[in-house]
């Protein structure tokens, strides 16, 4: 729905130079009305220059491009790199050219969600990699400006930092002298750095206010580290923490203590329970085996999401889950990589009962979920009238398989997403699992397309037609990995070339 204000605002950013002429003539409370407008029409040099004579104390892009009385669609999944761009450089000329008509106090570069297909314009995306540096180098750049009698802007932002932009990110957190623009981090991805650049970096960018913190991938960390940035950085109002694949493996020179106790499981598990709004774990890929119950029977808040994938969980650390008071409360979980209804049947089925009442995504994965397991399957999911999400993908089930628990599937009211691996039916017979990339790859393309269009059939029979189902057999749409996708096969090329030497020198030395 779209109001007449809108519709005049539209007509008026429409011609770029018309409306910046107009603008010292516009009241300042229509001032958000032609920012969306602008937005949705791409118009770069407009949102420019209202950016530039912003007249209101507060500019928070996702507010602006929320839904509103006057338009009621919702422009935050549009990542538009031209009006991003326009937002920024816009930022700067308040700055440099306000003067004593700056009123700017607050901005804020939140709420834009990334997403794979553009709706923009231009369909050209300035993922949050690219906002950063974009950001840092503006903040660099007014750095270099003469200090004015000006007042500093308070900048809120979501942080991706890695190798490619590190020393342009700490020079704008660290700036030499006081800066124009004050960036407060309000989450912060890292990526591709090392233990001391992520340690020296997270101390900057404000700690005490951080509410997300994801270190993934190409960040190198173990038990002791990740101690110490817990112990030494601190995050007070932390609501989500992701940590990299091995956090929780030992020091390699550290030497096990007679009582087998873990030291550093102990002071991690500690820390974590002074972080009083923690609600959002992932711990994937973590070697976790019997200690599920110390790392978080000692959290003060209920967790709403908690990421256990490939944590070579047993039977003391499932029964702890089903019973423990984080179940009532999840609403995404991920139990991935471990054969929970070949050998954890009787906890998997009442951990699932616990949190039907809030389990809004499951994600189990290579779980060993055969054709024999699917009625326990059924079983277990049918009380989750919440789900929302289902992936179960690299589980050797076949077509008849699938039409069952498709057909039980719809018994899910709220149910709208399924991803669901290829039939085994796809694949040559004997095919093991779980399966590499390669062996993944390699199936019958042609039976699988039959396959897939009876299970939507099964849907449509049933009045389903709402759910989506698909196949990503490779994961699905990382935008974080996709833009920056070149810098990381660079990291890891550069880790296995820094292997390879390791190796060498030390075949050399015993010869």
Partial sequence: MWSLRFISAEALVSHPEVAQQSLDGVAHNLYPLLFKASYLLEQAEVIRALLERWPLEECRLGVLLGPSADHSEDLRDRACRA????????????????GGRQRLRVADLTGVRDVQVQRCPCGKALGRWGRTELLARTCCELQA???????????????????????VVMQALD??????????????????????????????????????LEVVH?????????????????????TSLTLPAKAFDAPPDCTPPPSGEDPFLTSIAWELSQMTQLTELSVAFSTLTGKIRKLLSPLRTPLRALDLANCSLNHADMAFLANCA??????????????????????????????AQTLRVLTLEECGIEDGHV?????????????????????????????????????????????????KDCY?????????????SK???????????????????????????????????????????????????????????????ALKQME
């Fill in 218 to 238: 190409n960040v190198r960390l173990h038990a002791g580290h990740v101690q110490q940035l817990l112990a030494q950085v601190g995050f007070p109002k932390l």
């Fill in 83 to 98: 009006c991003l761009e326009a937002f920024v450089r816009g930022l700067a000329d308040h700055v440099l050219w306000a």
């Fill in 443 to 505: 199936f019958d393309q042609q039976k699988y397309n039959v396959i897939a269009e009876d299970l939507r059939a099964v849907l449509l029979r049933a009045g389903r037609g709402d759910i989506q189902v698909s196949t990503p057999i490779f994961g699905s749409f990382d935008p974080d990995i996709q833009e920056t996708s070149n810098e990381l096969g660079a990291f890891l090329l550069q880790a296995f070339k820094t292997a390879l030497e390791n190796f060498s020198r």
């Fill in 175 to 212: 700036p030499p002298r006081p800066a124009p623009l004050r960036v407060h981090c309000l989450s912060f991805r890292a990526d591709s750095l090392g233990p001391g650049q992520l340690l020296h970096v997270l101390r900057l960018a404000g700690p005490g206010q951080l509410r997300k």
């Fill in 375 to 423: 009625n326990t399957l059924i079983l277990a999911l049918s009380p989750c009238l919440e789900l929302s999400q289902l992936r179960f993908l690299g589980n050797p089930l076949s077509a008849r398989a699938l039409r069952r628990l498709f057909a039980a599937l719809c018994e899910l009211p709220k149910l709208q997403c399924v991803e669901f691996p290829v039939p």
């Fill in 428 to 440: 040559p017979e004997g095919a093991a699992y779980p399966q590499d990339e390669l062996a993944m």
């Fill in 145 to 167: 400006e003469p200090p004015g009698a000006r007042h500093p802007i308070e900048v809120l932002a979501d942080l991706f930092v890695t190798e490619g932009n590190f020393k």
């Fill in 326 to 355: 984080h179940a009532t409360h999840l609403e995404v979980l991920d139990l991935s990589g471990h054969s929970l209804v070949n050998l954890f049947p009787s906890t998997f089925f009442r951990l699932l009962g616990r949190a």
